[in-house]
């Protein structure tokens, strides 16, 4: 069964599940353009992940993905957690604000319980995707068990080859190029391979459907892309700027004003690509101190961006990018999904 068949879409084209940017009305607007719509649900409570569902549902009868974190929970360090509040703590000072004293787990993984699980259950989304890891082998089960398609995103083979002995349906490609979070599991290295080396890469040694995902910006990315041997390509840096999209003003903004990214696992705890800022510049110095896990870090840079941006400061925000932000347009979802398939068409 080829991946169309499988996920339903009329075009290759895939709405990345941006955690805090994707909304059930940008998710349809997807949808009712013939691409496969998402939700990023990972920064979602249980019950807001059940109502971001049920309001997609409403708004479109095709087929969409929902995303969760899969990430390894760990405790944390108690001496590394200060250090970190410690090298901070300059940056609030200069907003004139009394620093965090600790850091909270602000996100749960999927691995940690099955209450994610039991929404997706209940509400029968086409397709639920993962970042960070593979789920449980009993929570496969269950979503295959459901007719649930799932999808796993890989950064280079061994994780690719894992994806596919789990029984998941497909792979994501996410190449270095994509903005935000790398979604690699393979803590033994960052392979920082290409997306175009990755589809290359795969379609030669695996044998599931491949989503090719990040750098792709306009339809001569995505013809690329498949030519290569992708089923679908999957795009988020140029939907974050339509109007349904959860994407602050300034973010919008910046994506036209800033056209070169970095990854850096100040923010988060994880590495990520986002527009050049305050966290490239000034917090990544050499004697930075190792930076506490994933998500405690994140904890942090998200207060450390509330209190700027109170001032009107939006140098610490988490503006996540891909590589290619300069190809940036401002077209709304079907408008931008039109577009892509016609330049695919066109002579590159």
Request: charged share 15%; hydrophobic share 45%.
């Amino acid at each position: 069964m080829t991946l169309q068949e499988l996920l339903q879409f009329k075009h290759p084209i895939f709405l990345a599940p941006m955690a805090g940017v994707t909304t059930p009305q940008l998710a349809a607007e997807v949808c009712n353009a013939g691409g496969l719509g998402a939700l990023g649900l990972g920064a979602s409570t249980p019950a807001q992940a059940l109502q971001q569902i049920l309001a997609t549902q409403a708004l479109t009868d095709a087929p969409f993905q929902v995303n969760f974190f899969c990430h390894q929970s760990t405790e944390l360090d108690a001496a590394q957690g200060q250090a970190w509040l410690d090298y901070m703590a300059p940056f609030f000072s200069r907003y004139h604000v009394t620093p965090p004293t600790a850091l909270s787990c602000i996100y749960p993984s999927f691995l940690d319980n099955d209450d994610y699980l039991k929404v997706v259950l209940e509400t029968r989304p086409k397709a639920v995707s993962f970042h960070f890891g593979l789920p449980h082998p009993q929570q496969i089960q269950a979503l295959k068990a459901a007719g649930i398609v799932t999808m796993v995103s890989a950064t280079n083979l061994i994780e690719a080859k894992a994806i596919e002995a789990a029984g998941i349906d497909v792979i994501i490609a996410q190449g270095i190029e994509a903005g935000g979070h790398r979604g690699v599991f393979n803590q033994a290295v960052d392979s920082a391979i290409t997306t175009k080396d990755l589809v290359q890469l795969f379609k030669a040694h695996c044998q599931l459907p491949i989503v090719a995902a990040g750098g792709i910006m306009n339809g001569q990315h995505a013809a690329k892309m498949l030519n290569l041997g992708a089923s679908a390509v999957q795009m988020g840096t140029a939907f974050i700027q339509c109007k349904s999209s959860n994407a602050s003003l300034a973010y919008r903004e910046a994506l036209f004003q800033q056209p070169i990214t970095q990854i850096t696992s100040s923010i988060s705890g994880r590495p990520a690509r986002g527009l050049v800022n305050h966290w490239h510049t000034q917090v990544d110095q050499p004697e930075r101190p190792t930076v506490p896990p994933y998500p405690y870090t994140y904890d942090l840079a998200k207060q450390l961006h509330q209190t700027a941006s109170a001032q009107d400061e939006h140098h610490f925000a988490a503006f996540w990018a891909g590589t290619r932000v300069a190809h940036i347009r401002a077209l709304e979802a079907a408008d931008l999904i039109n577009l892509v398939m016609l330049e695919m068409k066109m002579p590159s």
